[in-house]
């Protein structure tokens, strides 16, 4: 059964880059389509990017400028990076798989992400 | 784009049935799939159903979705309702330009 673990920094300074990894065990990243989806502290949930398994991407608008979504197939694991954080950044970070690009069907645990100094 | 709409809470009885609607601003109800997710506080989202009436495997069957073109609504249908169908529930579908759009969340109280 396929399971998704995020790990990520925990706290990251104003200005600098988010980095998060998320691993996949259970079976290989190259068949499915990959997305990252956020929830601020008590707030609703907001898509991140997606990956599809050719390696394009697409990107929520009000991120495209500062994320970046990519895929390292020999280790099965997916990244993100989300540049120039703010306080507004701070959220937990699921990635998740679907069916399809448009759509989560397996979501993993989440990362904590804060951003202060 | 468009926006999804759902009510800020439902509550209901156990053993009671429970309808969560779903309205879209903007282009038809059917012209994209919907998805519905679970969040039990503290926990991450699990998906109930996808493709708007579509049961990833594990879900129980008193999980159900529709799509109402008349209303231009999803709806996520519980019934039999336990104490921990009690979570935040979250609609998704996506615009012409595969962006996701998320409802603001309905948090369904069993009492």
């Known amino acids: 059964q396929v399971q998704l673990q995020e790990s990520g920094p925990g706290l990251v300074r104003p200005s600098e880059t988010l980095s998060l990894t998320c691993i996949v065990s259970g079976e290989s990243i190259r068949h499915y389509h990959w997305s990252w989806i956020r929830q601020a502290p008590g707030k609703g949930l907001e898509w991140v990017a997606y990956?599809?398994?050719?390696?394009?991407?697409n990107h929520n608008p009000s991120l495209t400028s500062r994320v970046s979504i990519s895929s390292d197939t020999p280790k099965n694991q997916l990244s993100l990076t989300l540049r120039s954080v703010t306080a507004a950044d701070t959220a937990v970070y699921y990635c998740?798989?679907?069916?399809?690009?448009?759509?989560?069907?397996?979501w993993g645990q989440g990362a904590l992400v804060s951003v202060s100094s | 784009n468009f926006m999804l709409t759902q009510p800020h809470s439902v509550s209901a009885s156990p053993g009671k049935t429970v309808t969560i609607s779903c309205t879209r601003s903007g282009g038809s109800i059917a012209g994209n799939y919907v998805q519905w997710y679970q969040q039990r506080p503290g926990s991450s989202p699990i998906t109930v159903i996808f493709d708007d009436n579509q049961r990833p495997s594990g879900v129980p069957d008193r999980f159900s979705g529709s799509i109402d073109r008349s209303s231009n609504s999803a709806s996520l249908t519980i019934s039999g309702l336990k104490t921990e169908d009690e979570a935040d529930y979250y609609c998704?579908?996506?615009?012409?330009?595969?962006?996701?759009?998320f409802g603001g969340g309905t948090k369904l109280t069993v009492l």
């Open positions: 998740a798989r679907g069916p399809r690009s448009s759509s989560a069907l397996k």
């Open positions: 990956i599809y398994p050719d390696g394009s991407t």
């Open positions: 998704q579908s996506y615009d012409t330009n595969s962006h996701w759009v």
